[in-house]
């Protein structure tokens, strides 16, 4: 019913860029936040950026402060995660999660959530 895919990932060098992608299907997510989490092996699951469903609320990882950033498309079912200054530790599965309760924050509940995406950074 509910699909939620992402793209965008592959391989950057540290100090690169990469852009995400995140296209959730089946409903109209307008007035529900979305977000990303990432996981990275041998770590739990954790809360990169979320943005509430008006575009006007983000929320941010300390450590992707000031090098990330999240948007909304025109549809607002779609959200991207810019990535600048990449970092080895940056390396993860990114999942994109969508129908969170404003504000979208890092212990807002999101309904649905892709399969991921992997980012690698290499230095």
């Known amino acids: 019913q509910v699909q939620v895919v992402e793209s965008g990932g592959g391989l950057a060098q540290a100090g690169g860029s990469l852009r995400l992608s995140c296209a959730a299907s089946g409903r109209t997510f307008s007035n529900y936040g979305m977000g990303w989490f990432r996981q990275a092996p041998g770590k739990e699951r954790e809360f990169v950026a979320g943005i509430s469903g008006s575009g006007l609320t983000t929320w941010y990882a300390d450590s992707v402060k000031g090098r990330f950033t999240i948007s909304r498309g025109n549809a607002k079912n779609t959200v991207y995660l810019q990535m600048n200054s990449l970092k080895s530790e940056d390396t993860a599965v990114y999942y994109c999660?969508?129908?969170?309760?404003?504000?979208?924050?890092?212990?807002?509940?999101?309904?649905?959530w892709g399969q991921g995406t992997q980012v690698t950074v290499s230095s």
């Open positions: 999660a969508a129908g969170a309760d404003w504000p979208a924050g890092p212990t807002s509940r999101y309904t649905y």
